[in-house]
């Protein structure tokens, strides 16, 4: 099974941005999302990548996030993340994606990373 570790979290400001990555062990060619845990609330789907590069959001971050693969080594999924409100704050999270139309996780969680936006 391929180990997925997450990566460039951190603390900005409103209004900033941040780039995550989500490193595979091996090449995926599954669809791949990235989810967000914020405190108190349940994981909830930000952003999902196929294979053949469809993509689809959340409508919280629509316009201000965009999420990508590396196309030469399907190894590594990355959110780019503009325009960051408080809001967004939580903790992120990659999965594979079993169902692209339920956007739902296969559900083997790494450690995430902390994404804290001030205000």
């Known amino acids: 099974q391929v180990q997925l570790v997450e990566s460039g979290g951190g603390t900005v400001r409103a209004g900033g941005s941040l780039r995550l990555s989500c490193a595979a062990s091996g090449r995926t060619l599954y669809a791949m999302g990235w989810f967000r845990q914020a405190p108190g609330k349940e994981r909830e789907f930000v952003a999902g990548?196929?294979?053949?590069?469809?993509?689809?959001y959340a409508d919280s971050v629509k316009g201000r996030f965009t999420i990508s693969r590396d196309d030469a080594k399907h190894t590594t999924v990355y959110l780019e993340m503009n325009a960051l409100r408080p809001e967004d704050t939580a903790v992120y999270y990659c999965d594979t994606l079993v169902s692209w139309l339920n956007r739902t996780p296969r559900g083997s969680w790494g450690r995430g990373t902390q994404v804290t936006v001030s205000s």
């Open positions: 990548a196929t294979y053949s590069r469809d993509t689809q």
